[in-house]
């Protein structure tokens, strides 16, 4: 089944505690992307990556890093997580970025709590 | 820069209703691309529909339609024949070939809720 997986899918830590939030995609797709939701501000992407040792900013890439080491995994690193990205994080891929007829798939989300 | 306006936070309607979810973008781009996903209580996001700046065409599928305005910036979505499926937080975004391509900018999102 084609689909982005995210891992893990709830999340509660404490400020400073380094943690990664993992995601796969099967479906060989070169474009992928970091979102986060936060209420009354919709989705606003962090990074996303256009291939392989490929990746740039998105609009709120503050606080986070990402790498793309392998087509399929774009791991999303907060190094020293603080309470104010407590939030719902989204992963997506598509075939060859948002031009052109590419669906955008994205992950179930990924719940994070930072205390 | 690239800015997507949904002005309606929350709509109710009754089931079967029509109902039109309004969204307005702002960008310099001469190419651009919109989008709406739906995210049902359940929490994932759910592609509707994506549309190029070039193609001014309406689109339907099924009860959902697509009215596409370059004159007033608006790409406006109507569900008809509402049903309490159809209850969702929907969310239009944009992105631009020329102002940071492949950065896609979302709009605050609509909470639609379909009472039977």
């Known amino acids: 089944e084609a689909q982005v997986t995210q891992n893990p899918r709830y999340l509660i830590t404490v400020t400073g505690k380094k943690l990664t939030v993992t995601c796969s995609q099967n479906?060989?797709?070169?474009?992928m992307s970091w979102y986060r939701q936060d209420p009354g501000l919709g989705l606003r992407q962090i990074y996303y990556?256009?291939?392989?040792?490929?990746?740039d900013k998105g609009d709120v890439p503050e606080g986070y890093k990402v790498s793309r080491k392998e087509k399929r995994n774009f791991p999303l690193i907060l190094e020293s997580p603080s309470p104010n990205q407590t939030s719902l994080y989204f992963c997506a891929s598509s075939l060859l970025g948002l031009a052109g007829k590419n669906e955008q798939f994205f992950g179930p989300g990924t719940r994070l709590t930072v205390l | 820069a690239q800015k997507v306006t949904q002005a309606q936070t929350e709509i109710s309607v009754v089931e079967k209703e029509d109902v039109t979810l309004d969204c307005v973008y702002e960008?310099?781009?001469?190419?651009?691309?919109l989008f709406w996903y739906k995210q049902p209580p359940s929490g994932e996001l759910v592609f509707l529909i994506r549309?190029?700046?070039?193609?001014?065409q309406n689109e339907i599928s099924g009860r959902y339609s697509w009215n596409f305005q370059k004159s007033t910036s608006s790409f406006n979505f109507t569900i008809t024949a509402s049903q309490v499926v159809d209850s969702a937080v929907y969310f239009c975004?944009?992105?631009?070939?020329?102002?940071?391509?492949?950065?896609?900018?979302f709009g605050t999102g609509t909470r639609l809720t379909v009472i039977p």
């Open positions: 479906m060989n797709h070169e474009y």
């Open positions: 990556s256009m291939n392989v040792e490929v990746t």
């Open positions: 975004a944009l992105s631009g070939d020329q102002t940071g391509a492949n950065n896609l900018f």
């Open positions: 960008t310099r781009d001469t190419t651009y691309y």
């Open positions: 549309r190029n700046s070039f193609d001014e």
